[in-house]
Structure formats: structure tokens, C-alpha cells
């Protein structure tokens, strides 16, 4: 199985503040990677998708970056709804694994 | 396309858990998705359970396989897990979600959309 470690597991910011947000695979997963968002007492929220590519409605402030084995979402100027769990995941290789999250929290 | 989760809410230790997830607004047989389990604990991450495409065809997590299955009804445009001998630990969001396949390249995709997800505890 595929571990995915993401850091910092906290991470707290203000708004108008660049937030990054790393993910790392314990093996190459190409670009067969997503991010997503999920805020309290909500599903999940695909963000971006093989690694780079942004999903129906996500504004431009999020942008995703990597290839086989880091992975890095950055967050340009953080608007209060963007202070939430972030997880990721990698679908190369079965089983599917998530990372553990990074919480988002404003400073 | 939109996806809702049932199931009864309380499960007794020891029995087996039953949700179900209703796909609306495209048919469940569309060749551009399987069709995923996936939990969260109270407090906790994600955890992939299982897929299953309009075929019949799936995969399982093999930390849970000995006790799940995944089946589907395309008549009824739903997929159904079933997880058994359950304990505490199966407490938890159980959400089901799209996963994109390309049914040309046999690639698979990320999980999107997601149901809002139906909370199953475990107890006596």
C-alpha cells in the first residue's frame, strides 16, 4: 500500500496570507494525484486533479504542483472560506490511500 | 449527477452493516465511472473501502476485504456495501463517491462527486 504523509498537519495562517500545503508518496504515483477540501460537517470537495489540474468551479487561488513523489498545494491570498481540512490522495496504484490531512486554521 | 447515501443509522456489534447509495442524474452504467465506497471516522481521515463498475467488476481495500462486499443494481441506479462482524471501529461517515475511469486508456481518476455521506455507529 501506498502511505501518503502530508505536513504540516497544522497549519495556521491569516486571511491574505500564502498558505502551502505538501504532500509526500512512499512511492511514485506519477501524476495520478488529487487534493481535496472538506469543511465541518461536509463531504470531501475534489479540488485538483492529476496533480495540477483544477476542478469545475475552483478558483484560480488554488493551484497544484508535482510528479512521482511531492507533491505541493498552494493557496495564493486565503479568503475565510478557504480555512478548512485538506487531504490528499493518490489513485495510481490500488488500494486507493488518502493522507492524513492538513487542518487549515486561521491565525 | 448526484449521489445519496441510506442505511439504518445503529448497528449491533458483531452484525453486518448496510448502506445504500442512489445515483441521480446519469445512469449508473455510464462507462466513465466505478462507483466508490469511502469512511471517515469520528475525528479522523479517509479511508478508501472499495469500487465497483456497472459490470460488476471490484476492488476492495485489502485491509477490509475478508469482510465486504460491494454490489449494484443498475434497475434501481444504486450500488449497496456490506460490511460484516462489525465492532466499534466501523463507527464512522460512510460517503459514496464517483470515480472517473477511462474506459479507453483502463486508467483510473480521482472521486468526484461525493454523497453527503450517512453516519453508521456501532453499539450495543
Known amino acids: 500500500e501506498i502511505v501518503m504523509t502530508q505536513s504540516p498537519a497544522t497549519l495556521s495562517l491569516s486571511p491574505g496570507e500564502r498558505a502551502t500545503l505538501s504532500c509526500r508518496a512512499s512511492?511514485?504515483?506519477?501524476?495520478?494525484f488529487a487534493w481535496y477540501q472538506q469543511k465541518l460537517g461536509q463531504a470531501p470537495r475534489l479540488l485538483i486533479y492529476g496533480s495540477s489540474t483544477r476542478a469545475t468551479g475552483v478558483p484560480a487561488r488554488f493551484s497544484g504542483i508535482g510528479s512521482g513523489t511531492e507533491f505541493t498545494l498552494t493557496i495564493t491570498s486565503l479568503q475565510s472560506e478557504d480555512f478548512a481540512v485538506y487531504y490528499c490522495?493518490?489513485?495510481?496504484?490500488?488500494?486507493?490511500?488518502f493522507g492524513q490531512g492538513t487542518k487549515l486554521e486561521i491565525k | 449527477l448526484q449521489l445519496q447515501e441510506s442505511g439504518p443509522g445503529l448497528v449491533k456489534p458483531s452484525e453486518t452493516l448496510s448502506v445504500t447509495c442512489t445515483v441521480s442524474g446519469d445512469s449508473i452504467s455510464n462507462d466513465n465511472y466505478y462507483w466508490d465506497w469511502i469512511r471517515q471516522p469520528p475525528g479522523k481521515g479517509l479511508e478508501w473501502i472499495g469500487s465497483i463498475y456497472y459490470s460488476g467488476k471490484t476492488y476492495y481495500n485489502p485491509s477490509l476485504k475478508s469482510r465486504v462486499t460491494i454490489s449494484i443494481d443498475t434497475s434501481k441506479n444504486q450500488f449497496s456495501l456490506k460490511l460484516s462482524s462489525v465492532t466499534a471501529a466501523d463507527t464512522g461517515l460512510y460517503y459514496c463517491?464517483?470515480?472517473?475511469?477511462?474506459?479507453?486508456?483502463?486508467?483510473?481518476?480521482?472521486?468526484?462527486?461525493w454523497g453527503q455521506g450517512t453516519l453508521v455507529t456501532v453499539s450495543s
Open positions: 463517491a464517483g470515480q472517473y475511469y477511462d474506459s479507453w486508456s483502463g486508467l483510473f481518476g480521482w472521486n468526484d462527486p
Open positions: 490522495q493518490q489513485y495510481n496504484t490500488w488500494p486507493i490511500t
Open positions: 512511492q511514485s504515483v506519477n501524476a495520478n
